[in-house]
Every structure is written in structure tokens, then in C-alpha cells.
């Protein structure tokens, strides 16, 4: 859905070589996916502000669960358009996270969840977990991981996981994604960053999972152009792009 980090690229303003590359895997939304199950359900990972223009851009029907990573406003500023499901759907939206997410969506969003009934309103159910539960059918493990100070939850779902915005993993946690066929993680740039790993930190933790595949996420303009950067990065690693369709 979107593979950006939180100004997207292009960034408002810049007009470097990224920005204004014509490769269209240089242009990132914010970042998202859509994990489509093989019973048909869809579960989508964070809603961040450019969700309307994903779920049109991918001509989403449905959706049968929110996983939210953290409630950074590049992940959860989607969530007033949660109302267009509602209507179709008819019912609450089921949206899973940390208590940390909830606390902050609870604090941010108060106009959704205080029951005053104003007609229109968004319509969703935030599930706090912090071990293995269900949604949309599937069994869904919640990996803990920090993003400087903020714990985030990353998602395994069977043989794929999705982790964004973590800098840091703690050994028990990598231990839960071992055998994943496929792993998508966060690398924002080559250069360090105090809250996300850099390339070569997300490489670490790719060599330590040594998944079939793994595809980087949550990328910024800094990390250079996307052809550039693919052709210097190791087997089976991959860097992610906006309508990547991945079979697993
Ligand atoms: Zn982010
Ligand atoms: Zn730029
Ligand atoms: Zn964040």
C-alpha cells in the first residue's frame, strides 16, 4: 500500500535526485500493507493519512482487521476514514494494538470513541494484545520491538511478518519470527537514525531471521534511488514499492 516513511517521498519542497526521479518505485505513500488471506479476509497494517487514496488506489472492498504498529501519526492518521467501511460493512472496524497505541488513540481520536452518537462518526473497536490471538481467521503473533523509547508491535501471521519502525528487536522477540518465509522490516537510510534502523541494521536483523525473502520498508528520501539501492543489496533482500504484490 505504501512503502514511504512518515513525509513520504517525494517530500513537499525537495527536489533532489529521489524526489524528482521518474521511476515510479521511487514514489512512496506512507507506509502500509494489505495482507490478503488465503481465506479471502482482508488484514491491513496501520492506516496511516494516505489510506483513502490506497484503499482507492488498490480498489480495496473490504477489510476484516487493522493491525497498528504504533500510533505515530504516519501510521494512524487514516483512521477518521474508517467510516466508509463502516457504512458498507456495517459494522466496527476491529483494530489491534499495544496498550501504548490504544492509550494515545483513545487521547487523539476522543471523538470516536466518546459515545455521544453523532451520526457519521467513525466506528471502531480497539483490542489492546500483547500475546497470540485471532482476527479475520488467522492466528496472529504480536512481536515486541522498540522504536527508541516506544514499544511497537510488529505482526506474524503463519509464514510472513511485518515489523515498521523499530530500531531495536530484543533476541526472545527475533526468536518469534523464526521460519518466516517472508519478513518485511523497516530500513529509513544507509546513514544511523535514533528511532529507525538504517539499512545495515535492518540487514542484521534480516540475517539473524534468514527468511526466503525479505523486503524493506518505511523508506526516506535519504536512502537514494530505489534502482540504486536494489542493486547493492544482498540476495533474496529486496527494497519494497508502492503496488508490490507479494505471493506467499
Ligand atoms: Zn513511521
Ligand atoms: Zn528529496
Ligand atoms: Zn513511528
Same mark, same amino acid.
Given at each position: 500500500?505504501?512503502?514511504?516513511?512518515?513525509?513520504?517521498?517525494?517530500?513537499?519542497?525537495?527536489?533532489?535526485?529521489?524526489?524528482?526521479?521518474?521511476?515510479?518505485?521511487?514514489?512512496?505513500?506512507?507506509?502500509?500493507?494489505?495482507?490478503?488471506?488465503?481465506?479471502?479476509?482482508?488484514?491491513?497494517?496501520?492506516?496511516?493519512?494516505?489510506?483513502?487514496?490506497?484503499?482507492?488506489?488498490?480498489?480495496?472492498?473490504?477489510?476484516?482487521?487493522?493491525?497498528?504498529?504504533?500510533?505515530?501519526?504516519?501510521?494512524?492518521?487514516?483512521?477518521?476514514?474508517?467510516?466508509?467501511?463502516?457504512?458498507?460493512?456495517?459494522?466496527?472496524?476491529?483494530?489491534?494494538?499495544?496498550?501504548?497505541?490504544?492509550?494515545?488513540?483513545?487521547?487523539?481520536?476522543?471523538?470516536?470513541?466518546?459515545?455521544?452518537?453523532?451520526?457519521?462518526?467513525?466506528?471502531? =473497536?480497539?483490542? *489492546?494484545?500483547? !500475546? %497470540?490471538?485471532? &482476527?479475520?481467521?488467522?492466528? #496472529?503473533?504480536?512481536?515486541?520491538?522498540? @522504536?527508541?523509547?516506544?514499544?511497537?508491535?510488529?505482526?506474524?501471521?503463519?509464514?510472513?511478518?511485518?515489523?515498521?519502525?523499530?530500531?531495536?528487536?530484543?533476541?526472545?522477540?527475533?526468536?518469534?519470527?523464526?521460519?518466516?518465509?517472508?519478513?518485511?522490516?523497516?530500513?529509513?537510510?544507509?546513514?544511523?537514525?535514533?528511532?529507525?534502523?538504517?539499512?545495515?541494521?535492518?540487514? =542484521?536483523?534480516? *540475517?539473524?531471521? !534468514? %527468511?526466503?525473502? &525479505?523486503?524493506?520498508?518505511? #523508506?526516506?528520501?535519504?536512502?537514494?534511488? @530505489?534502482?540504486?539501492?536494489?542493486?547493492?543489496?544482498?540476495?533474496?533482500?529486496?527494497?519494497?514499492?508502492?503496488?508490490?504484490?507479494?505471493?506467499?
Amino acid at each position: 500500500m505504501g512503502t514511504g516513511t512518515s513525509q513520504g517521498v517525494p517530500v513537499i519542497a525537495c527536489h533532489c535526485d529521489v524526489c524528482t526521479s521518474v521511476d515510479e518505485r521511487d514514489r512512496r505513500l506512507r507506509t502500509s500493507a494489505l495482507l490478503r488471506t488465503d481465506g479471502g479476509k482482508n488484514i491491513l497494517f496501520d492506516i496511516g493519512p494516505d489510506f483513502r487514496q490506497q484503499m482507492l488506489r488498490q480498489h480495496v472492498l473490504a477489510l476484516d482487521a487493522i493491525l497498528v504498529t504504533h500510533a505515530h501519526r504516519d501510521h494512524v492518521a487514516g483512521l477518521d476514514d474508517v467510516r466508509s467501511f463502516n457504512y458498507v460493512q456495517r459494522k466496527n472496524m476491529d483494530v489491534y494494538l499495544n496498550g501504548e497505541a490504544k492509550r494515545a488513540l483513545l487521547r487523539d481520536y476522543a471523538y470516536i470513541f466518546a459515545r455521544h452518537e453523532y451520526p457519521g462518526l467513525p466506528e471502531a =473497536e480497539l483490542h *489492546e494484545v500483547d !500475546a %497470540p490471538f485471532e &482476527a479475520a481467521d488467522e492466528k #496472529i503473533i504480536p512481536v515486541k520491538a522498540m @522504536h527508541k523509547d516506544l514499544p511497537v508491535l510488529g505482526y506474524r501471521i503463519g509464514p510472513m511478518a511485518y515489523i515498521t519502525d523499530a530500531n531495536h528487536i530484543a533476541p526472545e522477540e527475533i526468536a518469534k519470527l523464526k521460519g518466516v518465509r517472508l519478513l518485511v522490516i523497516n530500513a529509513l537510510r544507509k546513514q544511523k537514525h535514533f528511532s529507525h534502523f538504517s539499512l545495515s541494521e535492518a540487514l =542484521e536483523v534480516v *540475517e539473524k531471521v !534468514a %527468511p526466503e525473502k &525479505a523486503f524493506l520498508t518505511h #523508506i526516506s528520501h535519504e536512502m537514494g534511488l @530505489h534502482a540504486d539501492v536494489q542493486r547493492e543489496l544482498p540476495q533474496g533482500v529486496s527494497l519494497a514499492y508502492d503496488n508490490l504484490e507479494i505471493e506467499i
